[in-house]
């Protein structure tokens, strides 16, 4: 099956640990992008990465960190200095690079719902 | 960055068409208008999108007004599971990298 996985659905830290979240895509999309959800909110974009080794700072970077070693794979760090880390997070690919015209159409994954105590 | 504006919920009944309109007045030349829906605590699904000319695919319509300023998506015969939140967005041009930029989204329920 061809797709989007996160992991974990839920995931439990403790006030000041930092965290990291997965995403693996296997449908070969350049583009990977990170997004957070708060309850009866839209989504924010938080980073992307139109290619291999390059990302760049969405609407909502502070406190969050990314890498992209491998075109299937897009981690994000939510680190300690992110005051407000409780969120559900959404990753999301796409078949072209953020810039180019044409369908964009992203495809999102599950979602990782955090709960910092 | 050009917004969008739609309401905040909306009731259909099962069998019926939905149509949700999406105001997008200060909209660029190049810019697309997209549709996604959330199914609740799940990831966005992509519906459709256009940048001029009315679309139609297996999911639902997109009719996009002459002027583009606004459009609707109808979904032709709703059901219980297209219970869900909607998002009209219009994609960034090319050269701010054609992020999508969610807004609040229109909320459907579908009622037996």
């Known amino acids: 099956d061809g797709g989007i996985t996160q992991s974990p659905k839920y995931l439990f830290r403790k006030e000041g640990q930092n965290v990291t979240l997965s995403c693996e895509q296997n449908l070969n999309h350049d583009a990977m992008y990170w997004y957070r959800q708060d309850p009866g909110q839209g989504l924010r974009l938080i980073y992307y990465?139109?290619?291999?080794?390059?990302?760049q700072k969405g609407d909502i970077a502070e406190g969050y960190s990314v890498s992209r070693e491998k075109k299937e794979s897009f981690p994000l760090t939510v680190t300690s200095a992110q005051k407000n880390p409780t969120a559900f997070y959404l990753c999301a690919s796409s078949a072209r690079r953020a810039g180019e015209g044409g369908n964009n159409e992203q495809f999102f994954g599950p979602g990782t719902r955090l709960t910092v105590l | 960055d050009a917004k969008t504006t739609q309401p905040t919920s909306m009731d259909c009944a099962e069998g019926r068409a939905a149509n949700l309109p999406c105001n997008h007045s200060t909209i660029s030349g190049n810019e697309y208008v997209y549709w996604y829906r959330q199914i609740h605590s799940q990831g966005p699904q992509y519906i459709i999108h256009g940048l001029k000319n009315n679309e139609t695919n297996e999911m639902a319509s997109l009719i996009i007004t002459e002027d583009r300023k606004s459009s609707t998506l109808i979904l032709p015969h709703a059901t219980l599971r297209d219970t869900a939140v909607y998002y009209c967005i219009v994609r960034r041009p090319y050269n701010q990298g054609g992020k999508l930029i969610f807004g609040q989204g229109t909320e459907l329920s579908v009622k037996p």
């Open positions: 990465s139109q290619i291999v080794n390059d990302f």
